[in-house]
Protein backbone atom coordinates (compact mmCIF):
# COMPACT_ATOMS: atom_id res chain seq x y z
CA UNK A 1 0.00 0.00 0.00
CA UNK A 2 1.05 3.67 -0.94
CA UNK A 3 1.88 5.84 1.82
CA UNK A 4 0.12 8.40 0.67
CA UNK A 5 -3.76 8.39 -1.91
CA UNK A 6 -2.82 10.00 -5.18
CA UNK A 7 -5.05 12.63 -5.06
CA UNK A 8 -4.71 13.85 -9.12
CA UNK A 9 -2.88 12.65 -11.91
CA UNK A 10 -0.82 15.26 -13.71
CA UNK A 11 0.16 16.42 -16.94
CA UNK A 12 3.81 17.01 -18.46
CA UNK A 13 5.02 18.76 -21.49
CA UNK A 14 4.70 16.48 -24.83
CA UNK A 15 8.48 16.73 -25.83
CA UNK A 16 12.01 16.51 -24.32
CA UNK A 17 15.23 18.17 -23.79
CA UNK A 18 17.80 17.27 -27.20
CA UNK A 19 20.04 20.38 -26.41
CA UNK A 20 20.80 22.51 -23.39
CA UNK A 21 22.20 26.08 -23.12
CA UNK A 22 23.76 26.64 -20.19
CA UNK A 23 22.85 29.65 -18.04
CA UNK A 24 25.14 32.03 -15.67
CA UNK A 25 24.14 31.93 -11.64
CA UNK A 26 25.69 35.44 -10.61
CA UNK A 27 25.73 37.07 -6.98
CA UNK A 28 23.35 39.42 -5.37
CA UNK A 29 26.04 41.86 -5.78
CA UNK A 30 26.87 41.61 -9.24
CA UNK A 31 23.28 42.11 -10.39
CA UNK A 32 22.85 45.32 -8.05
CA UNK A 33 25.69 46.58 -10.21
CA UNK A 34 24.18 45.28 -12.90
CA UNK A 35 20.35 46.70 -12.73
CA UNK A 36 22.55 50.14 -11.44
CA UNK A 37 23.95 50.09 -14.53
CA UNK A 38 21.09 49.34 -16.85
CA UNK A 39 19.07 52.59 -15.00
CA UNK A 40 16.60 50.14 -13.17
CA UNK A 41 15.26 49.35 -16.30
CA UNK A 42 15.62 45.46 -17.05
CA UNK A 43 14.83 46.18 -21.01
CA UNK A 44 18.77 47.37 -20.52
CA UNK A 45 20.06 44.38 -18.67
CA UNK A 46 22.52 42.34 -20.40
CA UNK A 47 21.28 38.99 -21.36
CA UNK A 48 24.34 36.74 -20.11
CA UNK A 49 23.57 38.66 -16.23
CA UNK A 50 20.27 37.43 -16.51
CA UNK A 51 19.40 33.50 -14.85
CA UNK A 52 15.96 33.04 -15.83
CA UNK A 53 14.74 35.19 -18.66
CA UNK A 54 10.99 35.62 -18.41
CA UNK A 55 11.41 39.26 -19.56
CA UNK A 56 9.52 37.98 -23.09
CA UNK A 57 7.78 35.11 -25.06
CA UNK A 58 8.70 36.52 -28.28
CA UNK A 59 11.57 34.74 -30.06
CA UNK A 60 12.78 33.43 -27.01
CA UNK A 61 11.00 29.88 -27.81
CA UNK A 62 12.45 26.65 -28.35
CA UNK A 63 12.67 25.37 -31.78
CA UNK A 64 11.46 21.60 -32.42
CA UNK A 65 13.64 19.42 -34.31
CA UNK A 66 11.24 19.18 -36.88
CA UNK A 67 11.86 23.10 -36.93
CA UNK A 68 14.99 22.87 -36.90
CA UNK A 69 15.62 20.32 -39.71
CA UNK A 70 13.36 22.97 -41.60
CA UNK A 71 15.83 25.29 -41.12
CA UNK A 72 18.52 23.61 -43.39
CA UNK A 73 16.15 23.40 -46.35
CA UNK A 74 16.04 27.02 -46.52
CA UNK A 75 15.99 28.30 -50.33
CA UNK A 76 18.13 31.21 -50.13
CA UNK A 77 16.63 32.42 -53.26
CA UNK A 78 16.08 36.35 -53.74
CA UNK A 79 12.83 35.66 -55.33
CA UNK A 80 10.57 33.40 -55.19
CA UNK A 81 11.69 30.64 -52.81
CA UNK A 82 10.19 27.37 -51.84
CA UNK A 83 9.91 27.92 -48.65
CA UNK A 84 7.84 31.08 -49.05
CA UNK A 85 5.17 29.33 -51.13
CA UNK A 86 4.96 26.14 -48.26
CA UNK A 87 4.23 29.16 -45.86
CA UNK A 88 2.02 30.31 -47.52
CA UNK A 89 0.19 27.47 -47.96
CA UNK A 90 -0.02 26.35 -44.32
CA UNK A 91 -1.28 30.68 -43.87
CA UNK A 92 -4.22 29.38 -45.95
CA UNK A 93 -4.98 25.94 -44.37
CA UNK A 94 -4.47 27.05 -40.78
CA UNK A 95 -5.68 30.74 -40.81
CA UNK A 96 -7.97 30.83 -43.86
CA UNK A 97 -6.93 33.58 -46.05
CA UNK A 98 -6.51 33.71 -49.45
CA UNK A 99 -2.97 36.49 -49.28
CA UNK A 100 -0.20 36.87 -47.84
CA UNK A 101 2.42 39.01 -46.95
CA UNK A 102 5.63 37.88 -45.29
CA UNK A 103 7.16 41.07 -42.67
CA UNK A 104 10.53 40.44 -40.06
CA UNK A 105 8.03 41.02 -37.29
CA UNK A 106 4.92 41.83 -36.17
CA UNK A 107 5.04 45.54 -35.91
CA UNK A 108 6.24 45.66 -39.22
CA UNK A 109 3.11 44.38 -40.63
CA UNK A 110 1.40 46.54 -38.33
CA UNK A 111 3.13 49.29 -40.17
CA UNK A 112 1.77 47.94 -43.29
CA UNK A 113 -1.89 47.53 -42.06
CA UNK A 114 -2.03 50.69 -40.62
CA UNK A 115 -0.19 53.05 -43.74
CA UNK A 116 -2.71 50.93 -45.66
CA UNK A 117 -6.02 51.94 -43.84
CA UNK A 118 -5.88 54.46 -41.63
CA UNK A 119 -5.93 58.65 -42.88
CA UNK A 120 -5.39 61.20 -40.79
CA UNK A 121 -8.47 61.81 -37.66
CA UNK A 122 -9.59 58.23 -38.36
CA UNK A 123 -10.67 56.26 -35.14
CA UNK A 124 -9.65 53.00 -34.17
CA UNK A 125 -11.41 50.92 -31.52
CA UNK A 126 -9.41 48.19 -29.81
CA UNK A 127 -9.77 45.98 -27.28
CA UNK A 128 -7.10 47.32 -25.15
CA UNK A 129 -4.04 49.00 -26.57
CA UNK A 130 -0.88 47.16 -27.58
CA UNK A 131 2.23 49.77 -27.11
CA UNK A 132 3.79 48.47 -30.78
CA UNK A 133 0.05 48.43 -32.08
CA UNK A 134 -1.10 51.99 -30.76
CA UNK A 135 1.82 53.89 -31.79
CA UNK A 136 1.87 52.82 -35.73
CA UNK A 137 -2.15 53.38 -35.58
CA UNK A 138 -1.10 56.78 -34.32
CA UNK A 139 1.59 57.49 -36.44
CA UNK A 140 -1.00 57.03 -39.60
CA UNK A 141 -2.67 59.97 -38.23
CA UNK A 142 -5.59 57.81 -36.03
CA UNK A 143 -6.59 57.80 -32.67
CA UNK A 144 -6.69 54.44 -30.86
CA UNK A 145 -9.97 54.63 -28.32
CA UNK A 146 -10.25 51.67 -26.06
CA UNK A 147 -13.72 49.97 -26.28
CA UNK A 148 -12.47 46.62 -24.20
CA UNK A 149 -14.91 45.75 -21.27
CA UNK A 150 -14.69 47.50 -17.60
CA UNK A 151 -13.59 44.07 -16.26
CA UNK A 152 -10.28 43.92 -18.17
CA UNK A 153 -9.09 47.17 -16.29
CA UNK A 154 -9.89 45.37 -12.77
CA UNK A 155 -6.97 43.31 -11.59
CA UNK A 156 -8.92 41.13 -9.50
CA UNK A 157 -12.48 40.94 -11.58
CA UNK A 158 -12.56 36.81 -12.67
CA UNK A 159 -14.11 37.70 -15.38
CA UNK A 160 -13.71 34.28 -17.47
CA UNK A 161 -13.14 37.00 -21.24
CA UNK A 162 -11.77 40.07 -20.36
CA UNK A 163 -10.46 40.02 -23.92
CA UNK A 164 -14.15 41.19 -24.61
CA UNK A 165 -15.45 43.95 -26.68
CA UNK A 166 -18.07 46.40 -24.86
CA UNK A 167 -20.72 46.61 -27.71
CA UNK A 168 -22.33 49.79 -26.20
CA UNK A 169 -18.27 51.59 -26.05
CA UNK A 170 -18.43 50.38 -29.58
CA UNK A 171 -21.56 51.36 -30.80
CA UNK A 172 -21.29 55.08 -28.91
CA UNK A 173 -17.95 55.73 -31.08
CA UNK A 174 -19.39 54.50 -34.58
CA UNK A 175 -22.38 57.07 -33.48
CA UNK A 176 -20.12 59.39 -32.49
CA UNK A 177 -17.55 60.01 -35.52
CA UNK A 178 -19.47 58.10 -37.34
CA UNK A 179 -17.90 54.77 -39.49
CA UNK A 180 -16.63 56.30 -42.29
CA UNK A 181 -13.78 57.48 -39.99
CA UNK A 182 -13.45 53.78 -38.64
CA UNK A 183 -11.29 52.31 -40.55
CA UNK A 184 -11.69 49.22 -39.11
CA UNK A 185 -11.76 47.50 -35.17
CA UNK A 186 -8.64 46.17 -34.11
CA UNK A 187 -8.90 43.09 -32.19
CA UNK A 188 -6.38 41.17 -30.36
CA UNK A 189 -6.70 37.87 -28.95
CA UNK A 190 -5.65 37.21 -25.88
CA UNK A 191 -5.07 40.52 -24.91
CA UNK A 192 -1.28 41.34 -24.01
CA UNK A 193 -1.24 44.52 -21.98
CA UNK A 194 -4.85 43.09 -19.83
CA UNK A 195 -2.93 40.39 -18.88
CA UNK A 196 -3.22 37.72 -21.58
CA UNK A 197 -7.00 37.65 -21.26
CA UNK A 198 -9.02 36.32 -24.63
CA UNK A 199 -11.91 37.20 -26.10
CA UNK A 200 -15.21 34.62 -26.51
CA UNK A 201 -16.21 33.37 -29.77
CA UNK A 202 -19.68 34.68 -28.70
CA UNK A 203 -18.44 38.56 -27.82
CA UNK A 204 -16.76 38.08 -31.22
CA UNK A 205 -19.88 37.37 -32.97
CA UNK A 206 -21.58 40.17 -31.67
CA UNK A 207 -18.69 42.54 -32.58
CA UNK A 208 -19.09 41.47 -36.00
CA UNK A 209 -23.13 42.09 -36.61
CA UNK A 210 -22.17 45.54 -35.42
CA UNK A 211 -19.52 46.07 -37.00
CA UNK A 212 -21.82 44.55 -40.21
CA UNK A 213 -24.61 46.80 -39.62
CA UNK A 214 -23.00 49.80 -39.71
CA UNK A 215 -20.10 48.46 -42.78
CA UNK A 216 -16.93 48.35 -40.36
CA UNK A 217 -13.43 46.29 -41.31
CA UNK A 218 -12.62 43.86 -38.74
CA UNK A 219 -9.16 43.32 -38.61
CA UNK A 220 -7.40 40.88 -35.87
CA UNK A 221 -4.19 40.83 -34.05
CA UNK A 222 -3.51 36.90 -34.44
CA UNK A 223 -0.20 36.84 -32.73
CA UNK A 224 -1.16 34.45 -30.03
CA UNK A 225 -4.54 33.21 -30.99
CA UNK A 226 -3.74 30.02 -30.37
CA UNK A 227 -3.85 30.49 -26.62
CA UNK A 228 -7.18 32.65 -27.38
CA UNK A 229 -8.71 29.22 -29.28
CA UNK A 230 -7.36 27.61 -26.27
CA UNK A 231 -9.60 29.07 -23.67
CA UNK A 232 -12.14 29.54 -25.96
CA UNK A 233 -11.76 25.28 -26.46
CA UNK A 234 -12.18 24.99 -22.34
CA UNK A 235 -14.00 27.89 -20.95
CA UNK A 236 -16.85 28.61 -23.90
CA UNK A 237 -20.09 26.28 -24.37
CA UNK A 238 -20.01 24.09 -26.86
CA UNK A 239 -16.12 23.87 -28.08
CA UNK A 240 -15.12 21.42 -25.82
CA UNK A 241 -15.03 19.12 -28.94
CA UNK A 242 -13.53 21.36 -31.41
CA UNK A 243 -10.08 21.41 -32.38
CA UNK A 244 -7.75 23.93 -32.03
CA UNK A 245 -7.49 24.11 -35.27
CA UNK A 246 -11.07 24.29 -36.28
CA UNK A 247 -11.18 27.14 -33.71
CA UNK A 248 -8.73 29.46 -35.10
CA UNK A 249 -10.02 29.19 -38.73
CA UNK A 250 -13.40 30.10 -37.17
CA UNK A 251 -11.70 33.31 -34.76
CA UNK A 252 -10.52 34.01 -38.13
CA UNK A 253 -13.62 33.40 -40.49
CA UNK A 254 -14.88 37.29 -39.01
CA UNK A 255 -12.14 39.24 -40.21
CA UNK A 256 -11.20 40.55 -43.26
CA UNK A 257 -7.56 40.48 -42.31
CA UNK A 258 -4.88 39.53 -39.96
CA UNK A 259 -1.16 40.91 -38.89
CA UNK A 260 0.90 38.14 -36.59
CA UNK A 261 3.77 38.31 -35.00
CA UNK A 262 5.81 34.45 -35.71
CA UNK A 263 7.69 35.38 -32.89
CA UNK A 264 4.88 33.51 -30.06
CA UNK A 265 2.65 31.33 -31.45
CA UNK A 266 4.85 29.80 -34.11
CA UNK A 267 7.47 29.32 -32.25
CA UNK A 268 10.22 30.76 -34.22
CA UNK A 269 13.27 33.32 -32.98
CA UNK A 270 12.31 36.08 -35.65
CA UNK A 271 9.71 36.95 -38.42
CA UNK A 272 5.72 38.36 -38.50
CA UNK A 273 3.21 38.48 -41.66
CA UNK A 274 -0.30 40.03 -42.85
CA UNK A 275 -2.98 37.53 -44.63
CA UNK A 276 -6.64 38.95 -45.58
CA UNK A 277 -8.90 38.19 -48.08
CA UNK A 278 -8.97 41.79 -49.71
CA UNK A 279 -7.21 42.16 -52.90
CA UNK A 280 -6.75 45.44 -52.97
CA UNK A 281 -5.04 45.39 -49.13
CA UNK A 282 -3.07 42.39 -50.59
CA UNK A 283 -1.74 44.50 -53.92
CA UNK A 284 -1.08 47.55 -51.56
CA UNK A 285 0.86 45.85 -48.75
CA UNK A 286 2.96 43.80 -51.38
CA UNK A 287 3.70 47.09 -53.11
CA UNK A 288 4.81 48.80 -50.08
CA UNK A 289 6.37 45.94 -48.59
CA UNK A 290 9.41 46.09 -50.90
CA UNK A 291 10.12 49.64 -49.55
CA UNK A 292 10.02 49.09 -46.00
CA UNK A 293 11.16 44.80 -45.66
CA UNK A 294 12.05 43.22 -48.82
CA UNK A 295 10.65 41.51 -51.73
CA UNK A 296 7.11 40.26 -51.45
CA UNK A 297 8.43 36.65 -51.44
CA UNK A 298 11.04 36.97 -48.23
CA UNK A 299 9.66 40.36 -46.13
CA UNK A 300 13.03 40.83 -44.26
CA UNK A 301 13.38 37.14 -43.74
CA UNK A 302 15.40 34.30 -44.86
CA UNK A 303 14.11 31.27 -46.56
CA UNK A 304 14.79 29.27 -43.67
CA UNK A 305 12.67 31.48 -41.34
CA UNK A 306 9.71 30.75 -43.53
CA UNK A 307 10.58 27.22 -42.79
CA UNK A 308 10.59 27.29 -39.59
CA UNK A 309 7.49 29.09 -39.49
CA UNK A 310 5.33 27.20 -41.73
CA UNK A 311 6.18 24.09 -39.02
CA UNK A 312 5.75 26.11 -36.05
CA UNK A 313 2.07 26.80 -37.82
CA UNK A 314 1.60 23.14 -37.94
CA UNK A 315 2.89 22.51 -34.05
CA UNK A 316 0.98 24.86 -32.71
CA UNK A 317 -2.20 24.16 -33.17
CA UNK A 318 -1.27 21.25 -31.13
CA UNK A 319 -3.53 20.21 -28.27
CA UNK A 320 -1.06 19.17 -26.14
CA UNK A 321 1.38 21.49 -27.01
CA UNK A 322 -1.00 24.55 -26.15
CA UNK A 323 -2.19 22.70 -22.83
CA UNK A 324 1.13 22.21 -21.73
CA UNK A 325 2.16 25.99 -22.11
CA UNK A 326 -0.88 27.21 -20.57
CA UNK A 327 -0.38 24.42 -17.82
CA UNK A 328 2.68 25.71 -17.05
CA UNK A 329 1.91 29.02 -16.47
CA UNK A 330 -1.12 27.99 -14.32
CA UNK A 331 1.13 26.22 -12.34
CA UNK A 332 2.94 28.84 -11.40
CA UNK A 333 0.21 31.52 -10.54
CA UNK A 334 -1.33 28.87 -8.55
CA UNK A 335 1.76 28.76 -6.50
CA UNK A 336 1.83 32.30 -6.16
CA UNK A 337 -1.71 32.37 -5.13
CA UNK A 338 -1.31 29.86 -1.98
CA UNK A 339 0.91 32.48 -0.93
CA UNK A 340 -1.66 35.34 -1.70
CA UNK A 341 0.55 37.07 -4.18
CA UNK A 342 -1.21 39.50 -5.79
CA UNK A 343 -1.64 37.95 -9.32
CA UNK A 344 -3.74 39.23 -12.27
CA UNK A 345 -6.96 37.02 -12.61
CA UNK A 346 -8.13 34.95 -14.39
CA UNK A 347 -4.48 33.56 -15.25
CA UNK A 348 -3.87 33.79 -18.49
CA UNK A 349 -2.17 32.48 -21.57
CA UNK A 350 1.14 33.74 -21.66
CA UNK A 351 2.53 35.13 -18.42
CA UNK A 352 1.96 36.21 -15.12
CA UNK A 353 1.07 39.45 -14.18
CA UNK A 354 1.81 40.73 -10.76
CA UNK A 355 -0.14 43.73 -9.19
CA UNK A 356 2.05 46.38 -8.33
CA UNK A 357 -0.45 48.55 -7.02
CA UNK A 358 -1.84 46.22 -4.45
CA UNK A 359 2.06 44.68 -3.82
CA UNK A 360 3.71 47.97 -2.96
CA UNK A 361 0.86 50.21 -1.94
CA UNK A 362 3.24 52.34 -0.39
CA UNK A 363 5.19 53.66 -3.78
CA UNK A 364 3.22 56.31 -5.64
CA UNK A 365 2.16 55.89 -9.56
CA UNK A 366 4.52 58.53 -11.09
CA UNK A 367 7.21 56.57 -9.13
CA UNK A 368 7.00 53.83 -11.09
CA UNK A 369 6.04 50.77 -8.67
CA UNK A 370 5.88 47.99 -11.51
CA UNK A 371 9.31 49.08 -12.88
CA UNK A 372 10.66 49.24 -9.04
CA UNK A 373 9.33 45.79 -8.91
CA UNK A 374 10.65 44.35 -11.82
CA UNK A 375 14.08 45.55 -10.67
CA UNK A 376 13.67 44.08 -7.33
CA UNK A 377 13.01 40.44 -8.11
CA UNK A 378 16.20 40.58 -10.52
CA UNK A 379 17.93 41.60 -7.48
CA UNK A 380 16.73 38.92 -5.57
CA UNK A 381 17.06 35.96 -8.16
CA UNK A 382 18.10 37.10 -11.55
CA UNK A 383 14.63 36.70 -12.69
CA UNK A 384 14.08 38.62 -15.27
CA UNK A 385 10.42 40.01 -15.90
CA UNK A 386 9.17 43.51 -17.46
CA UNK A 387 7.21 46.39 -16.24
CA UNK A 388 3.67 46.81 -18.00
CA UNK A 389 1.88 49.72 -16.34
CA UNK A 390 2.90 54.14 -16.25
CA UNK A 391 5.95 53.59 -18.31
CA UNK A 392 4.16 51.10 -21.08
CA UNK A 393 1.35 53.69 -21.06
CA UNK A 394 3.26 56.51 -22.45
CA UNK A 395 2.24 59.99 -22.81
CA UNK A 396 -1.12 61.18 -23.64
CA UNK A 397 -0.29 63.21 -27.35
CA UNK A 398 -2.49 66.07 -26.69
CA UNK A 399 -1.61 67.41 -22.96
CA UNK A 400 2.26 65.58 -22.92
CA UNK A 401 1.10 64.38 -19.37
CA UNK A 402 1.61 60.80 -17.97
CA UNK A 403 -1.16 58.38 -18.54
CA UNK A 404 -1.94 56.59 -15.20
CA UNK A 405 -3.21 53.38 -16.62
CA UNK A 406 -5.53 51.44 -14.16
CA UNK A 407 -3.13 48.60 -14.55
CA UNK A 408 0.17 48.88 -13.06
CA UNK A 409 1.47 45.29 -13.46
CA UNK A 410 4.94 43.43 -13.78
CA UNK A 411 4.62 40.67 -16.34
CA UNK A 412 6.46 37.27 -16.03
CA UNK A 413 6.16 35.79 -19.62
CA UNK A 414 7.09 32.30 -20.64
CA UNK A 415 8.96 31.74 -23.32
CA UNK A 416 7.28 28.21 -25.21
CA UNK A 417 9.37 25.24 -24.24
CA UNK A 418 12.27 26.72 -22.57
CA UNK A 419 12.28 26.25 -18.43
CA UNK A 420 11.11 23.72 -16.48
CA UNK A 421 8.93 23.51 -13.35
CA UNK A 422 12.33 23.77 -11.14
CA UNK A 423 12.88 27.16 -12.72
CA UNK A 424 9.09 27.81 -12.17
CA UNK A 425 9.68 27.15 -8.39
CA UNK A 426 12.75 29.12 -8.08
CA UNK A 427 11.25 31.94 -9.51
CA UNK A 428 8.33 31.45 -7.44
CA UNK A 429 10.33 31.45 -4.61
CA UNK A 430 11.83 34.68 -5.30
CA UNK A 431 8.42 36.48 -5.48
CA UNK A 432 7.38 35.10 -2.50
CA UNK A 433 10.69 36.79 -0.93
CA UNK A 434 10.49 39.98 -1.88
CA UNK A 435 6.77 40.27 -0.95
CA UNK A 436 7.40 39.78 2.25
CA UNK A 437 10.09 42.71 2.52
CA UNK A 438 8.00 45.02 0.30
CA UNK A 439 7.78 47.44 2.78
CA UNK A 440 11.55 48.12 2.48
CA UNK A 441 11.36 49.10 -1.55
CA UNK A 442 11.49 52.35 -2.86
CA UNK A 443 10.16 54.08 -5.88
CA UNK A 444 12.05 55.73 -9.13
CA UNK A 445 12.94 58.94 -10.69
CA UNK A 446 13.18 58.66 -14.38
CA UNK A 447 16.02 60.48 -15.49
CA UNK A 448 15.88 59.96 -19.02
CA UNK A 449 12.82 59.28 -21.59
CA UNK A 450 12.99 58.47 -25.29
CA UNK A 451 10.28 60.10 -27.31
CA UNK A 452 8.63 56.62 -28.72
CA UNK A 453 8.27 53.51 -26.71
CA UNK A 454 9.96 55.11 -23.85
CA UNK A 455 9.48 51.37 -21.90
CA UNK A 456 12.50 49.99 -24.16
CA UNK A 457 15.28 52.59 -23.30
CA UNK A 458 14.12 54.73 -20.31
CA UNK A 459 16.74 54.62 -17.73
CA UNK A 460 15.85 55.41 -13.16
CA UNK A 461 17.31 56.17 -10.19
CA UNK A 462 16.25 55.16 -7.10
CA UNK A 463 14.69 57.69 -4.90
N1 LIG B 1 1.03 42.35 -31.12
C1 LIG B 1 1.11 41.77 -29.92
C2 LIG B 1 -0.12 41.30 -29.22
C3 LIG B 1 2.37 41.60 -29.32
O1 LIG B 1 2.45 41.03 -28.11
C4 LIG B 1 3.53 42.05 -30.01
C5 LIG B 1 4.84 41.91 -29.40
C6 LIG B 1 3.38 42.65 -31.26
C7 LIG B 1 2.11 42.76 -31.79
C8 LIG B 1 4.56 43.16 -32.03
O2 LIG B 1 5.27 42.11 -32.58
O3 LIG B 1 7.50 42.21 -31.45
O4 LIG B 1 7.15 40.86 -33.52
O5 LIG B 1 7.18 43.32 -33.62
N2 LIG B 1 5.01 41.64 -28.20
C9 LIG B 1 6.25 41.36 -27.52
C10 LIG B 1 5.98 41.17 -26.06
C11 LIG B 1 7.35 42.32 -27.81
O6 LIG B 1 6.96 41.04 -25.31
O7 LIG B 1 4.82 41.10 -25.65
P1 LIG B 1 6.87 42.13 -32.80
Known sequence: ??????VKRSWAEPYKIKMV????????AQREKAIKAAGYNTFLLKSEDVYIDLLTDSGTNAMSDYQWSGMMLGDEAYAGSKNFYYLWDNVKRYYGFKYF????QGRAAEHLISKILIKPGDFIPGNMYFTTTKLHQELAGGTFVDVIIDEAHQPQNTHPFKGNIDLQKLEDLIKKVGPKKIPYISMAGPVNMAGGQPFSMKNLKAVRKLADKYGVKMWLDATRITENAYFIKIREKG???????AIIKEICSHFEGIWVSAKKDLMVNIGGFLATNNKRVFNEARNMVVIYEGLHTYGGLAGRDM???????????????????????????????EYD???VLPIGGHAIFLDAKKFLPHIKQDQFPAQALAAEIYVDSGVRGMERGIVSAGRDKKTGKHIYPNLELVRLTFPRRVYTQAHIDVTFESIV???DRRKKITGLKMVYEPKYLRFFQARFKKL
Open 1 to 6: MAKKKL
Open 21 to 28: EPIKMTTR
Open 101 to 104: VPTH
Open 239 to 245: YKTKSIA
Open 307 to 337: EAMARGIEEMVNYDNIHARVGQIEYFGHRLM
Open 341 to 343: IPI
Open 433 to 435: EVY
